[in-house]
């Protein structure tokens, strides 16, 4: 038995976590939610992979920022099927 079965989080990677963000979302929402200078200045996945690997707390950030804006997009979504 898996004990990662109800983590959200499971089999996905940061670099798909950022992907979605910034397809999705774009950097400048990036930047406005998680107040980190690698989302405001030049900002680029390769860039940003590299500070979130190496500061836990942003990290953290972004993780928590990324579940948010899956349950509001499912949401949406819901909602639009309903209409």
Same mark, same amino acid.
């Given at each position: 038995?898996?004990?990662? %079965?109800? /983590? $959200?989080?499971?089999?996905?990677? &940061?670099?798909?976590?950022?992907?979605?963000?910034?397809?999705?979302?774009?950097? =400048?929402?990036?930047?406005?939610?998680?107040?980190?200078?690698?989302? %405001?200045? /030049? $900002?680029?996945?390769?860039?940003? &992979?590299?500070?979130?690997?190496?500061?836990?707390?942003?990290?953290?950030?972004? =993780?928590?920022?990324?579940?948010?804006?899956?349950?509001?997009?499912? %949401?949406?979504?819901?909602?639009?099927?309903?209409?």
């Amino acid at each position: 038995m898996s004990t990662q %079965k109800n /983590n $959200p989080l499971h089999g996905v990677t &940061l670099e798909q976590i950022m992907l979605y963000l910034v397809e999705n979302h774009g950097w =400048e929402y990036l930047a406005t939610a998680v107040n980190i200078n690698c989302f %405001k200045s /030049n $900002p680029s996945v390769k860039s940003s &992979l590299t500070f979130l690997r190496k500061t836990p707390w942003a990290r953290d950030k972004v =993780e928590s920022l990324y579940l948010y804006l899956l349950r509001q997009d499912k %949401k949406d979504i819901k909602a639009i099927i309903k209409s």
